[in-house]
């Protein structure tokens, strides 16, 4: 993709669920930095995003490229699931030949993308992973259920690993004082020394569940796609819900199956354009 004029950048904004991206084509060797992040990210004096996302040459043979991602606040992320699907579908309008099935390559690893049709995606985002040294969290064993105090109260909740923590306290109903309360309190645990998303289920059924997340270096966002893998592989290891779950998000509901516990967690939701733009550098 052309820059039209020196100091202007194109972007696309794009949501999934409501979960809002900026994305940027790196693939002509553009260095994107956290002030620029931030910049773009404000919903103020900016264009506002959850996450920013840059497409980037693939690294690997068999992916047709690769991204990365950064939080609002300029950090680092390793996966962001609705930002895949993004991804994926900002490449089909590129690429219209694009094949049906391809790859990608994410921080996190290879992720293999389906397009459902109608501006949906299904994706596989790998293995869930408990082992507590590779969330990262500190704790003497691994356990289906961690303890902790948090904001005064004690605390249940599930741990793994998307590609990215995740926490998973299991609620009777959201309410926004939990969430508020609870999310940033647990996030700054020392125990997770990378930081962490704060999930909160709701158990509706066996196939279905609400859930908000509170992401780091964000907030909370009306989607998370990762964080809905993450609550449907805690809860059916708990044996709280089947293989094959309907998340709830404020944004929007995603599709989420994990088959067996050997297998990667599929995820399937959609996407949609929002506008495309010139950013002015420098102005």
């Known amino acids: 993709m052309s820059y039209p004029a020196a100091g202007s950048l194109h972007f696309s904004k794009m949501h999934g669920a409501g979960n ?52 609002s606040d300029g950090s680092a992320a390793q996966q962001c699931g609705n930002g895949a699907r993004c991804v994926a579908a900002w490449l089909r309008r590129e690429h219209p030949d694009l094949a049906p099935h391809f790859v990608l390559d994410s921080p996190a690893g290879a992720v293999a993308v389906e ?31 961690y303890t902790m105090n948090v904001a005064g109260e004690t605390v249940r909740f599930g741990a793994v690993s998307m590609g990215n923590p995740h926490a998973l306290i299991e609620l009777p109903e959201l309410d926004d004082a939990s969430v508020r309360r609870l999310g940033p309190a647990l996030q700054a645990r020392p125990e997770f020394p990378e930081g962490v ?21 964000v907030g909370e966002t009306l989607a998370c796609g990762s964080g809905a893998c993450a609550a449907v592989a805690i809860l059916v290891r708990a044996g709280r819900v089947d293989r094959r779950v309907r998340v709830s ?23 949609a354009f929002v506008f495309d733009g010139e950013w002015n550098e420098g102005s």
Not at 55 to 60: D, M, N, P, V
Not at 199 to 213: Q, Y
Not at 258 to 265: G, K, N, R, Y
């Open 20 to 71: 809002d991206f900026v994305l940027v084509d790196c693939r002509d060797g553009r260095v994107v930095d956290a002030a620029l992040v931030r910049a773009m990210a404000d919903r103020h004096r900016g264009v506002g995003c959850d996450q920013f996302i840059t497409i980037e040459t693939a690294h690997s043979a068999d992916a047709v490229a690769g991204y990365r991602i950064w939080n």
């Open 115 to 145: 397009t459902l049709g109608g501006g949906h995606y299904a994706l596989q985002l790998g293995r869930p992973e408990f082992r507590p040294k590779q969330i990262p969290l500190h704790a003497d064993a691994e356990a289906a259920t």
């Open 197 to 217: 998303n704060v999930g909160f289920a709701c158990v509706r059924s066996r196939s279905a569940i609400d859930l908000r997340v509170y992401e780091r270096g």
């Open 249 to 271: 998000l404020p944004g929007g509901d995603l599709d989420i199956e994990w088959p067996d516990d050997a297998a990667p967690v599929r995820m399937a939701g959609p996407t």
